[in-house]
């Protein structure tokens, strides 16, 4: 098992609509987990960070963490075509400062 | 102000070669991170730093990959006898403080090894 998974998709939306990533992570005891999008080319870019139980809204970004079920999601209302890109899921391991990449949700976004 | 920056931006070179791979991360972040990153997959941790030391190496793949800072800030990732399968993009990233903060990536630099 990945210590984190995402969806590979591609992922397609049209333009407008909300778009749904998922996660999930092995290490039970991760506090910290982070949404980071990736233009094709260009490195990481941090969008939303969460330590909690629940639901936190930052814009058009919901990010949403259930540490029981060990899931993570990032919702994408009103959907933009300049959202197309890979959405990277991360968490922290346990205790350390280690940062653990999933592989990425690519999404796209229909004009 | 500046942000990561990491050089070369690309680097050819050819089997059983040496590389240094440079990072320098944004003034005053005592966090530094390298990652690789291969075509189609997220960024794999290689090692971390706290300062001038590694706090977490556990990431580098086997003893031909190191990397120092030495007077924490800028890091060198070295990388001996390169092999074909060392062909990646090797992100870079700091954060002001360990842990929950924000990392803040550099453009990568993008080694062929042939």
């Known amino acids: 098992q990945k210590e984190v998974e995402q969806n590979s998709g591609p992922l397609s939306v049209p333009e407008g609509a909300i778009a749904s990533l998922n996660c999930t992570y092995s290490?039970?005891?991760?506090?910290?987990f982070f949404w980071y999008r990736q233009y094709s080319g260009k490195s990481p870019e941090l969008i939303m960070s969460?330590?909690?139980?629940g639901d936190k809204e930052d814009g058009r970004f919901t990010a949403q963490l259930n540490k029981a079920s060990q899931y993570v999601s990032l919702l994408i209302r009103d959907s933009q075509p300049s959202d197309s890109a890979t959405y990277l899921c991360?968490?922290?391991?346990?205790?350390?400062?280690?940062?653990?990449f999933g592989a990425g949700t690519r999404l796209f976004v229909k004009a | 102000g500046a942000g990561v920056s990491q050089t070369p931006s690309n680097k050819v070179t050819e089997k059983g070669k040496y590389v240094e791979l440079r990072c320098d991360p944004i003034?005053?972040?005592?966090?530094l991170y390298w990652y690789r990153q291969s075509l189609g997959q997220g960024p794999e941790f290689l090692i971390y730093?706290?300062?001038?030391?590694?706090?977490?190496d556990s990431g580098l793949p086997n003893d031909r990959f190191f990397a120092v800072r030495p007077e924490g800030s800028v890091s060198t990732l070295k990388i001996q006898r390169t092999e074909r399968g060392d062909s990646a993009v090797y992100l870079c990233?700091?954060?002001?403080?360990?842990?929950?903060?924000?990392?803040?990536f550099g453009p990568g630099t993008r080694l062929l090894v042939l």
């Open positions: 990233a700091s954060s002001r403080t360990p842990g929950a903060e924000t990392q803040y």
């Open positions: 290490d039970r005891g991760s506090q910290s």
């Open positions: 969460i330590y909690s139980n």
């Open positions: 991360a968490v922290i391991n346990t205790g350390g400062f280690k940062t653990i």
């Open positions: 003034s005053g972040h005592t966090a």
């Open positions: 730093f706290q300062g001038t030391g590694a706090a977490d």
